[in-house]
């Protein structure tokens, strides 16, 4: 499967952005599907991921804010981030995985997209 993410950019601190991530193949939904996070110096962090049977888990740093979910029907994972803070500032990446586990781990996924930036001004 390869992957396409879109939907980053530049916005306020408390606003809103959605990620979206295109997969291609016929076996999207096999896979769980992660999006993981890095900013500038920093290591490459979890941040959500849906199993193949859309069970859910969000890093605690976004819990409350952020919520993925996926449509099979489209082959597409989306990341909707609320309340967004500066911290949230990161070149934010989608993966898929067929592992037994599914997260918190990048090691859990095996094919990755090129990235998005999400930049929050405070």
């Known amino acids: 499967v390869q992957l396409q993410a879109s939907g980053g950019g530049l916005v306020q601190a408390g606003g809103s952005l959605r990620l979206s991530c295109a997969a291609s193949g016929r076996t999207f939904s096999t896979y769980n599907m992660g999006w993981f996070r890095q900013a500038p110096g920093e290591e490459r962090e979890f941040v959500a991921a849906?199993?193949?049977?859309?069970?859910?888990r969000h890093a605690d740093s976004v819990k409350g804010r952020f919520a993925i979910s996926r449509d099979n029907a489209k082959n597409t994972v989306y990341l909707q981030m609320n309340s967004l803070k500066s911290e949230d500032t990161a070149v934010y990446y989608c993966?898929?995985?067929?592992?037994?586990?599914?997260?918190?781990?990048?090691?859990?996924?095996?094919?990755w997209g090129q990235g998005t930036l999400v930049t929050v001004s405070s």
């Open positions: 849906i199993s193949r049977n859309s069970g859910t």
């Open positions: 993966a898929a995985g067929q592992d037994r586990l599914w997260y918190p781990k990048a090691g859990y996924y095996n094919q």
